[in-house]
């Protein structure tokens, strides 16, 4: 693969399969449709991302598909074009180096919320678990530049939650892995579906913030192996 350097093939290589494998996980989970969405991983030390092609089919997606950019965006390995997003993925990896993984998802409730630019509020245990607080939404950005990519990382400035809804849009979450952004993208739609339930029945009622530190405090530094 040529604009690679030799010590990041073995990654690149691993990559490659990972995150052709991951975006298995959006259709299983129903995040998304037709050729819609797109997940990223960042190649650790280098200045490198591996994200989908554009328009290609889930089904048809392969490790050999996946492209190879560099952090600026531009293709450096992969014989498509890359995702129509790949100019945001790049800005926040750029700016967020803690990011591993970046996932973008039109799932249904998830984006309805967007569509209605509210934040999700943080009325579950879930929630305080995963996200620390409410879902936030980001600014109305259109693709085509970084613009999404500064709306995701503005708006994530001082806040615990991995995801962001971006207004009129869909949902874009990040993580020190590429699995652990779907695993975002996946309780985004799970907490925008049980909290627009939970709201036809009544007013759902906020936990405390002290209750909400408590379990984020919990789910991030003691549960899991």
Same mark, same amino acid.
């Given at each position: /693969?040529?604009?690679?350097?030799?010590?990041?093939?073995?990654? =690149?290589?691993?990559?490659?399969?990972?995150?052709?494998?991951? @975006? %298995?996980?959006?259709?299983?989970?129903?995040?998304? #449709?037709?050729?819609?969405?797109?997940? &990223?991983?960042? =190649?650790? *030390?280098?200045?490198?991302?591996?994200?989908?092609? &554009?328009? =290609?089919?889930?089904?048809?997606?392969?490790?050999?598909? /996946?492209?190879?950019?560099?952090?600026?965006? +531009?293709?450096?390995?992969?014989?498509?074009?890359?995702?129509? *997003?790949?100019?945001?993925?790049?800005?926040?990896?750029?700016?967020?180096?803690?990011?591993?993984?970046?996932? @973008?998802? @039109? $799932?249904?409730?998830?984006?309805?919320?967007?569509?209605?630019? +509210?934040?999700?509020?943080? =009325?579950?245990?879930?929630?305080?678990?995963?996200?620390?607080?409410?879902?936030?939404?980001?600014?109305?950005?259109?693709?085509?530049?970084? $613009?999404? %990519?500064? %709306?995701?990382?503005?708006?994530?400035?001082?806040?615990? &939650?991995?995801?962001?809804?971006? #207004?009129?849009?869909?949902?874009?979450?990040?993580?020190?892995?590429?699995? #652990?952004?779907?695993?975002?993208?996946?309780?985004?739609? +799970?907490? #925008?579906?049980?909290? @627009?339930?939970?709201?036809?029945?009544?007013?759902?009622?906020?936990? +405390?913030?002290?209750?909400?530190?408590?379990?984020?405090?919990?789910?991030?530094?003691?549960?899991?192996?």
């Amino acid at each position: /693969m040529r604009g690679i350097p030799e010590s990041a093939m073995a990654a =690149v290589r691993r990559l490659r399969q990972e995150v052709a494998a991951l @975006h %298995g996980e959006l259709t299983r989970w129903q995040l998304v #449709a037709w050729t819609a969405g797109n997940v &990223s991983a960042r =190649v650790p *030390d280098a200045d490198l991302m591996v994200i989908k092609p &554009s328009g =290609v089919a889930y089904e048809d997606l392969t490790a050999d598909n /996946m492209v190879v950019t560099d952090l600026l965006g +531009e293709v450096v390995a992969g014989g498509g074009k890359a995702s129509s *997003d790949t100019a945001s993925h790049a800005y926040v990896y750029r700016r967020l180096p803690q990011v591993g993984g970046v996932v @973008h998802t @039109h $799932s249904t409730y998830a984006t309805a919320w967007a569509a209605r630019r +509210e934040p999700i509020p943080c =009325v579950l245990t879930m929630m305080g678990d995963e996200f620390g607080g409410p879902v936030p939404v980001g600014p109305l950005a259109l693709i085509g530049d970084d $613009s999404i %990519g500064r %709306g995701i990382v503005e708006t994530l400035a001082g806040s615990r &939650s991995p995801a962001v809804l971006m #207004a009129n849009h869909g949902v874009f979450t990040i993580g020190p892995t590429a699995r #652990a952004a779907v695993k975002a993208a996946v309780l985004t739609e +799970e907490v #925008a579906r049980t909290v @627009h339930i939970a709201r036809q029945l009544g007013t759902p009622v906020p936990l +405390e913030p002290a209750i909400i530190d408590q379990l984020y405090d919990r789910y991030q530094n003691v549960y899991g192996q």
